[in-house]
């Protein structure tokens, strides 16, 4: 367990899936008998509330780890699932662009802090906020690979069009392995026109880059973060768990 899969779940654009696709992921990896360390970039918190109770009264997250330099150890929380721990956020987060102003070195941070810890874990999974702030940056840095999850609609060619940019610098610059995995669609209700004609210019414009496996807008999905339980444990049998297994199939293929 040296050399673990660092994954990171981004798009600028908000509601698309990234902490949904982690935490479900987080559970199929799990089961498959993988170690995962989970990163909450978001100061929304929302991946940590899933695992968490009351995260605004946590006073040791990743925060404290980024910019107070508090031991990363001090930070790791354990989860209801033996093998996902989590590295948690809240709202104090979102004073780290403002903290970390000027600081050339900001976008190394992330990495430095979590190398003692990450050698015990399979996968990292980092959910990224819906931004192309400094902790998205931190993540592509420390990240071997990411995800892009999307939804078939117009502004998706166009975003991810920046979002590729945003990474291609930080590839020449921080991290020249970095790698996509793939688009992931998510959200597919199926029953318009205009998001079949979507799915297919994506398709079209990266091709393989986009992962086979399609995620379809099912209130299982919904249900399962509810009740506080990725899909392959709320739900083993359904085919929503069973999407989140391909994606896991495929995921391991392209990694
Ligand atoms: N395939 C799906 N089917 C039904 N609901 C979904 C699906 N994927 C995500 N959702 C729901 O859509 C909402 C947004 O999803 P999620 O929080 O994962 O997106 P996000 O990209 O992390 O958002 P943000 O940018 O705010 O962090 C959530 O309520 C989630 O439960
Ligand atoms: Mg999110």
Redesign the pocket.
Known sequence: MSNPKIISFS?Q?????????TLHLSGIIEEAGNKVLLIDL?P?G?LSSFFLDNIYELDKTIREVLIDELDVSCALNKTRYANIDLLPANLTLSDLDAKLAGSDDAQYLLMDSISDIIGNYDYVLI?C??SLSRATKMAFVTSTHYII?IECQEWAVKGSGQLLAFVDTIKRRANQDLELLGFVI??LSGRRKIESEFNEILRSTYKDKVFKTE?????A??EA?TSRMPINYYSPKSYEAECFIKLFEELKLRV
């Open positions: 798009n654009k908000g509601g698309v899936g990234k902490t949904s696709l978001d929304q929302n959910d906020p819906p999850p998510n959200k995620l379809k807008n099912a209130v999905y919904t973060i």
